[in-house]
C-alpha cells in the first residue's frame, strides 16, 4: 500500500508530463482502498482544448472506467494542487472518500483556500483531508512553469 507521500510522486510524475503540451503542470492519481492505482491523468486542457480536462478530471474519469462505474467509493484522490471549484465538484459527485494534495492555490482552490466546497457542511460528503503533502516539490514545479511565461 502506497503511504501518501509515495501517492503523491505518482501525482508528481503525471504532473510532470504536462508541460510537454503546454498545459500547466498538475497531476493525480486515483488509488483504492488498498493503495492500488485505478487512474492516473494530468492537465491535458491545451491538449484536448477541453476545459474540463484538469488533472483530476482525467484522473476520476480514468478511475472509473477501470472500475466500470462513477461511484468511486472509498478512493483516494492525490492531486499536486489545491482542487478548483469544478474538480472539487467532481470528487464529490464520484463519491471520493479522501483527498490528499500538494500545493495550496491561493487564486482558485476550493478545498480551503479561497473557497472551501469539500468541508461545507451543507452536502453531507465526509471527505478525509489531508493538505499540504510534499507540496513544496508541487508548487516549485508551477513555479518553473510560470515564471518565464510572466517576465
Same mark, same amino acid.
Given at each position: 500500500?502506497? &503511504?501518501? @507521500? +509515495? ?7 503525471? +504532473?510532470?508530463?504536462?508541460?510537454? =503540451? ?16 485505478? %487512474? ?12 474540463? #480536462? ?7 474519469? #480514468? +478511475? ?8 468511486? &467509493?472509498?478512493? =483516494?484522490?492525490?492531486? =499536486? ?7 472539487? %465538484? ?6 471520493? %472518500?479522501?483527498?490528499?494534495? %500538494?500545493?495550496?492555490?491561493?487564486? +482558485? ?12 457542511? @451543507?452536502?453531507? =460528503?465526509?471527505?478525509?483531508? /489531508?493538505?499540504? /503533502? ?5 508548487? #516549485? ?7 518565464? @511565461?510572466?517576465?
Amino acid at each position: 500500500m502506497l &503511504d501518501d @507521500r +509515495a501517492a503523491m510522486g505518482l501525482a508528481l510524475e503525471e +504532473a510532470a508530463l504536462a508541460p510537454r =503540451t503546454g498545459d500547466v503542470p498538475v497531476g493525480a492519481a486515483v488509488l483504492d482502498r488498498e493503495g492500488r492505482v485505478l %487512474g492516473r491523468g494530468h492537465n491535458l486542457r491545451e491538449a484536448q482544448g477541453d476545459p474540463l #480536462a484538469h488533472a483530476e478530471v482525467v484522473a476520476l474519469r #480514468a +478511475a472509473a472506467e477501470a472500475v466500470g462505474g462513477w461511484r468511486l &467509493d472509498g478512493c =483516494t484522490l492525490v492531486v =499536486t494542487l489545491e482542487p478548483c471549484t469544478m474538480c472539487a %465538484g467532481a470528487l464529490l459527485a464520484a463519491r471520493i %472518500g479522501r483527498l490528499v494534495y %500538494g500545493a495550496w492555490d491561493d487564486k +482558485a482552490g476550493a478545498v480551503g483556500s479561497v473557497l472551501d466546497v469539500i468541508r461545507d457542511r @451543507r452536502p453531507p =460528503t465526509g471527505v478525509e483531508v /489531508v493538505a499540504g /503533502v510534499r507540496a513544496d516539490e508541487s508548487a #516549485a514545479m508551477l513555479r518553473d512553469f510560470f515564471l518565464p @511565461r510572466r517576465t
